[in-house]
């Protein structure tokens, strides 16, 4: 099966600066990969996703990067705020309608120091 | 409504105990999911349904029982849990219509203690 390794497991970051999480998955059929952000006691909340057919995607302050020949994908945050600090997971999976599974990175907790 | 709710928010219940978990979607989606959270861990999948059948169960134990009476509706089933049962547990739903509609949306969660 799939196997998704992350890192780092903790970054902090002075505000206002990059942070950059990276993620490594096993299986070349994963075509899907979804970054989710969870504060503490929250659910966990989809904040940028990319497919296999794109090598970047950019959203305001976050942006997502696909590698699928080294397989790896990584999380962009520039303009760090108090309010990115959370954890964030990595995920990947195989379309298969109906039969998703979602295999998480370990996480990464980032702090943004004020 | 764009929301996946869970009720209750938390529950503690003894080992001998049947309780259920609720899960609720009224996004029109047709794929339904079941995770279980530990503390400073990722989300595991433990059920996926799709069409209102299970079509994955990750070699879940038989105390977890999940049934999806409608396309709106998810429960868990719990009897006879553990400790180590104890866990934030996570539905999760997407909506399964073509290859771009796998995108899951998560619920709160239920906060589970088993004393």
């Known amino acids: 099966g799939e196997n998704v390794e992350q890192h780092p497991s903790t970054l902090s970051v002075q505000e206002g600066d990059s942070a950059v999480i990276k993620c490594t998955y096993s299986d070349s059929a994963s075509n899907y990969f979804p970054w989710y952000k969870q504060e503490l006691g929250k659910r966990p909340q989809l904040i940028i996703d990319?497919?296999?057919?794109?090598g970047e995607k950019k959203d305001q302050r976050i942006a997502v990067t696909l590698n699928k020949t080294a397989k790896h994908f990584s999380l962009h945050i520039t303009e760090t705020q108090p309010e990115d600090s959370a954890v964030y997971f990595c995920a990947a999976s195989r379309t298969n309608f109906g039969n998703e599974k979602l295999t998480f990175g370990t996480g990464t907790r980032l702090t943004i120091i004020p | 409504d764009t929301e996946v709710t869970q009720t209750p928010k938390h529950l503690v219940m003894g080992m001998t105990n049947k309780k259920s978990l609720k899960c609720e979607q009224h996004?029109?989606?047709?794929?339904m999911y079941w995770y279980k959270q530990k503390a400073k861990k990722p989300p595991e999948l433990m059920f996926v349904?799709?069409?209102?059948?299970?079509?994955i169960n990750e070699s879940v134990p038989s105390r977890f029982s999940p049934e999806c009476p409608n396309s709106s509706l998810l429960n868990l089933h719990l009897h006879a849990l553990q400790p180590e049962d104890s866990a934030l547990y996570l539905c999760?739903?997407?909506?399964?219509?073509?290859?771009?509609?796998?995108?899951?949306?998560f619920g709160p969660g239920t906060r589970l203690t088993v004393l």
């Open positions: 999760a739903s997407s909506r399964l219509l073509s290859m771009k509609e796998d995108t899951q949306y």
């Open positions: 990319i497919r296999s057919n794109v």
């Open positions: 996004m029109g989606h047709r794929a």
């Open positions: 349904y799709s069409y209102e059948k299970l079509s």
